[in-house]
């Protein structure tokens, strides 16, 4: 049955828009007052365009709106609201918003990739506690690699995230998770709207939380085991005067002893947002930057895990015993269950790295009419890295019997982007335009270690030059990236219950460079060039009850950048052994296409919702770079598998009870095949009818949540099983389950004194030994390889924050 709008609505002078996309208005304004019923009985639609973010309350005759809409935080709605699972519920055609409640159970400090990993169809591990070693983070979005999103952060484009990228900025590095406002997830096919040189899958776009209009503050602090000290300052300013501007701080730093063996985690890293109001719009000024100095963990095989057992870590800091493994005259001397020589190859002295990233932007959003409307932006990026680890295949020439290896990637990019809106009638059409330019450099040096008693060994996090300039270099490279994106969509607006969307984007992505060293890595320019990518959608609401969409598009990436070498598990040409490897590689290499088809529904009872959805996609010339030889000299066979597939479902159950209780169940079932064997210079590895090495099979999600008055608490479950370790899948690494738990309590502001919360987190409840990540320095064709990562004990964090 229909219902009109409550009296105090009806005299509004504009009208709920029904279809919400990331440069909506927060209104669709006319000049005439709603007398009308509303379509689908109670929703109204409220679209946000900064923070693309999109809520549904049902109407009821005495529900008042208690201030102006201007931002989420300035809209109180009372009276009856629908109660749905965020986290599941579609907000558009294979489109989610996920919000602060759906990270309920992130640890403080916790990076941003952690914030949707309770999303069906995800599987995100670390082998830290918090994620701040980007070496050893992963995550899949059905069946696609964190480095195979579309990721924006307030806009900016990030590209390649990677651990070593060279052409993006990682995730990891850039703003403070826990000042994160909202995460638009589009599991399926990311939005033509998303610029990247990457996106093979799906998109994420981050935004921090909204700016208030008056001051707040909070700052907390956390204690945890190993020692762990977190600290976030968050403040805001409010408006400045009738007509300043208001200003957005976060701070964070986050200090940690290893769970295991010597050396420490230590992450910093903070971001500024400022916004002023113009007549006809706003400017915006974002900054963030990050540093960070990690000591790692090490690799480990299975044999190593067999044979040493669960604590396999570096020496440091015991110089001595790793300089006594390590000596020649010791190779074939016993150290246990193997050979010191073997001993000393497989557990190095250390290994770690430090990051430095800067991303900034200027951005103005602008009305030039009632139906036209656009932002554009300006941008930059800076990121840095030091990835060193202890190599006993090269002595020091002052007679160590290890040197420091080094790899230095670092890139720049400067780009901008340019975004239009246009209302005509029922249909919403939206373009823009992307122009960035990337340089890039990496080179891997070798840095003397000191003869034992003469001195302080060299930290794994610098300075490398303590006892002179590097003896050795390799793989000195340089590159240089062009990329170009046009798209064009049209979301037709049928009825206030069916939405169809039409759209396509056009690349060009061109990148040239390679060695430029006297060892003579591979050079060569590779583009990538498509006019026409399709994306069409519908979304369909039959009822206030009842969501159905159907998603279908193709996309098309650049060239992937590695230098040869590369400790990463980014499969790209200048990985190849020499120059005549890669000239035979670019005759048969074609830029990687995929379709991606997803049909889903979610349907919404008294206390219960559900969703669920189903995906294919064609995966077509797949690059690989499988691993052999040994983290100090790994070399990446590098191939490509015409044709691949991914099959797979995602289902989402929420139900509340009693008196504050939830529970969430999500789970996922997937796999990525191979369609084709893959050959490599005459030799044919049979990896036909395999499934993809590092992405488990089913994963499983459950969380059981309360709260109620100033009680807060959850528990949450995840499971990731059938996880293939190698290329031909002879080799599975065992199943992963992790149960976290939390539990808060909040004394509510008094007088002059804010508001205190206490919380208390555990992480790996059962304190099980698990395997992390898989494939951290890439994945072997068969049989073991040093390339897995275990996860962290059990960890304890307490905290304590203070709200103003």
Not at 623 to 652: E, K, R
């Amino acid at each position: 049955m229909e219902r009109a709008l409550p009296a105090s609505l009806r005299m509004w002078p504009c009208r709920p828009v029904t279809y919400c996309s990331p440069l909506s208005w927060i209104l669709d304004m006319t000049t005439t007052p709603i007398s009308a019923p509303i379509g689908c009985a109670t929703a109204i639609t409220l679209c946000f365009q900064l923070s693309s973010f999109c809520m549904t309350a049902a109407s009821a005759d005495d529900e008042v709106f208690k201030s102006a809409p201007g931002s989420i935080d300035e809209i109180t709605i009372v009276g009856e609201k629908v109660e749905t699972a965020a986290i599941s519920q579609p907000i558009g055609a294979n489109q989610y918003l996920l919000k602060s409640d759906d990270w309920s159970d992130a640890l403080t400090g916790n990076n941003a990739f952690a914030l949707v990993k309770n999303l069906p169809g995800v599987s995100y591990t670390s082998s830290d506690p918090f994620g701040v070693d980007i070496s050893d983070v992963s995550m899949f979005v059905r069946g696609f690699h964190m480095n195979e999103l579309g990721i924006t952060f307030e806009g900016i484009p990030l590209n390649d995230t990677g651990f070593g990228t060279l052409t993006g900025t990682s995730l990891v590095n850039v703003g403070v998770p826990d000042a994160i406002g909202s995460v638009e997830a589009t599991p399926g096919s990311a939005r033509e709207s998303i610029f990247s040189t990457s996106v093979n899958g799906g998109g994420l776009v981050y935004s921090l939380g909204t700016l208030r209009d008056t001051p707040t503050a909070k700052v907390s602090q956390s204690y945890g085991s190993n020692s762990t000290l977190v600290t976030t300052v968050s403040g805001q300013t409010g408006q400045l005067g009738r007509t300043g501007p208001k200003l957005l701080l976060d701070h964070q730093r986050l200090s940690a002893n290893g769970y295991e063996g010597g050396g420490t985690q230590f992450f910093q890293r903070g971001d500024v947002k400022v916004t002023q109001d113009v007549p006809w719009g706003d400017v915006t000024l974002f900054f963030s930057g990050s540093h960070a100095e990690i000591w790692g963990y090490n690799n480990l095989s299975f044999d190593m895990i067999h044979k040493l057992g669960w604590n396999s870590t570096f020496s440091y800091p015991d110089y001595a015993q790793a300089y006594h493994d390590a000596l020649s005259r010791n190779a074939d001397a016993s150290c246990g269950v193997y050979r010191c020589g073997k001993l000393s190859f497989l557990v190095p002295y250390d290994s770690g790295q430090t990051t430095s990233d800067y991303v900034g932007a200027i951005g103005h959003h602008f009305e030039l009419s009632p139906a036209l409307s656009g932002t554009v932006q300006f941008y930059g990026a800076s990121s840095t890295l030091f990835a060193a680890l202890a190599d006993p295949t090269t002595p020091s020439p002052t007679g160590a019997p290890f040197s420091e290896e080094v790899q230095t990637p670092h890139n720049t990019r400067l780009g901008g982007t340019l975004n239009l809106k246009y209302v005509a009638g029922p249909h919403i059409v939206t373009t823009g335009l992307w122009l960035e330019d990337t340089e890039a450099a990496a080179m891997t040096s070798w840095y003397n270690e000191p003869v034992l008693g003469s001195g302080a060994p060299l930290k794994t996090i610098g300075p490398y030059n303590v006892y002179g300039p590097a003896f050795q270099t390799a793989n000195q490279s340089r590159w240089r990236t062009l990329s170009r994106q046009f798209y064009l969509h049209d979301d037709y607006v049928v009825t206030d219950d069916l939405t169809f969307g039409v759209g396509f984007k056009a690349i060009h992505f061109s990148t040239a460079g390679g060695g430029i060293g006297p060892d003579h890595a591979p050079y060569g320019k590779l583009t990538a060039r498509n006019s026409f990518l399709p994306h069409v959608s519908a979304f369909w609401t039959p009822n206030s009850r009842t969501d159905v969409f159907i998603d279908i598009a193709e996309t098309e990436i650049g060239y992937r950048v590695g230098q040869r070498g590369n400790i990463g598990y980014s499969a790209s040409a200048w990985t190849a052994s020499d120059q005549q490897t890669f000239d035979a590689a670019v005759k048969s290499l074609r830029p990687e296409t995929d379709w991606n088809f997803t049909v889903g529904a979610a349907r919404r009872f008294d206390g219960i919702s559900i969703t669920y959805d189903a995906y294919y996609s064609m995966i077509n010339n797949r690059l690989l770079s499988a691993a052999i030889g040994s983290q100090y000299a790994q070399v990446n066979t590098v191939g490509v598998v015409p044709h691949s597939h991914i099959i797979g479902s995602d289902a989402g159950i929420t139900a509340k009870f009693l008196d504050g209780f939830k529970f969430y169940q999500g789970t996922g079932v997937s796999r990525f095949y191979y369609d084709d064997n893959l050959s490599v210079g005459g030799t044919v590895f049979p990896i036909k009818g395999k499934a993809q090495p590092g992405y488990p099979i089913i994963s499983l999600v459950s969380d059981l949540s309360y709260g109620r008055d100033h009680w807060d608490a959850g528990i949450t479950s995840t499971e990731y099983l059938d996880q293939p370790f190698s290329y031909e899948n002879d080799i599975f690494g065992p199943n992963y389950w992790n149960i976290s738990g939390h539990v808060g309590y909040t004394l509510e502001p008094r007088g002059d004194f804010p508001a205190i919360s206490f919380r208390l987190d555990v992480s790996n409840l059962l304190d099980r030994h698990n395997i992390a990540t898989l494939d951290i320095g890439g994945s072997p064709f068969f049989g073991d390889y040093q390339t897995l990562q275990r996860g962290a004990p059990r960890q304890f964090l307490f905290t304590v924050s203070a709200k103003y």
